[in-house]
């Protein structure tokens, strides 16, 4: 079993800056690829960013390369989202999740049937 919980939401105004964290419990953390995903309201929850185990690769989603970066610390099994140059379309309640398998791909990455843990979300509000 593997817990997620993430944190570091908040309100900020455009072009501020947020990180966010998620904490996760479970002994295969560090073996396996994390996401980040975010669900604006009334819209489908969407890929934002992914790294593989050994944080040697990463990806993004257009909308948010040059902005945001996506790291981990292993040793701490916390994954994070550093979020710079805010808009107000980045609103949204952000979750991290965990990939079913520990294979990395850019191709697959942000495919949302492949990730088997997620955590409760934190919501990130950006204001104009």
């Known amino acids: 079993q593997v817990q997620l919980v993430e944190s570091g939401g908040g309100l900020v105004q455009a072009g501020g800056s947020l990180r966010l964290s998620c904490a996760a419990s479970?002994?295969?953390?560090?073996?396996?690829?994390m996401g980040w995903f975010r669900q604006a309201p009334g819209k489908e929850r969407g890929f934002v960013a992914a790294?593989?185990?050994?944080?040697?690769?990463?990806y993004y989603a257009d909308s948010v390369k040059g902005r945001f970066t996506i790291s981990r610390d292993n040793a701490k099994n916390t994954v994070y989202l550093q979020m710079n140059s805010l808009k107000p379309e980045d609103t949204a309640v952000y979750y991290c999740?965990?990939?079913?398998?520990?294979?990395?791909?850019?191709?697959?990455?942000?495919?949302?049937?492949?990730?088997?843990?997620w955590g409760q979300g934190t919501q990130v509000t950006v204001s104009t």
């Open positions: 479970g002994r295969t953390f560090s073996t396996y690829p």
């Open positions: 999740a965990k990939k079913s398998i520990p294979t990395y791909s850019d191709y697959d990455a942000p495919r949302i049937s492949l990730y088997d843990y």
């Open positions: 790294i593989s185990w050994s944080s040697g690769n990463t």
